[in-house]
Nanobody, 115 residues
Framework: QVQLVESGGGLVQAGGSLTLSCIASGSFFSGNTMGWYRQAPGKQRELVARIITDLSSVYADSVKGRFTISRDNAKNTVYLEMNSLKPEDTAVYYC?????????WGQGTQVTVSS
């Protein structure tokens, strides 16, 4: 089992910045991918960005150039630096830990961007 705890969400004005953190604990698997997903009201959960153990990353087109995902393997932590935030970035952001054997989710953290 892997437990994930997110932090860093909040209310910010359009154009502002936030950094989300997700700390993982428990029994880890090798070759894992950690990522951030988001779900806005009435919409499906969608990938924001993910990063695998070797630090290669993938971003949704909607956040490319504005968001940066990073991880500190020594601290079992993944970060999402969000810049130039837009009202459409408003959502609950979820941390995910994925391997070929299992997938785990955090409880989510709310990000609200006011116009």
């Amino acid at each position: 089992q892997v437990q994930l705890v997110e932090s860093g969400g909040g209310l910010v004005q359009a154009g502002g910045s936030l950094t989300l953190s997700c700390i993982a604990s428990g029994s880890f698997f090798s070759g894992n991918t950690m990522g951030w997903y988001r779900q806005a009201p009435g919409k499906q959960r969608e990938l924001v960005a993910r990063i695998i153990t070797d630090l290669s990353s993938v971003y949704a087109d909607s956040v490319k150039g504005r968001f940066t995902i990073s991880r500190d393997n020594a601290k079992n932590t993944v970060y999402l630096e969000m810049n130039s935030l837009k009202p459409e970035d408003t959502a609950v952001y979820y941390c995910n830990y994925w391997t070929t054997q299992a997938s785990f989710w955090g409880q989510g953290t709310q990000v609200t961007v006011s116009s």
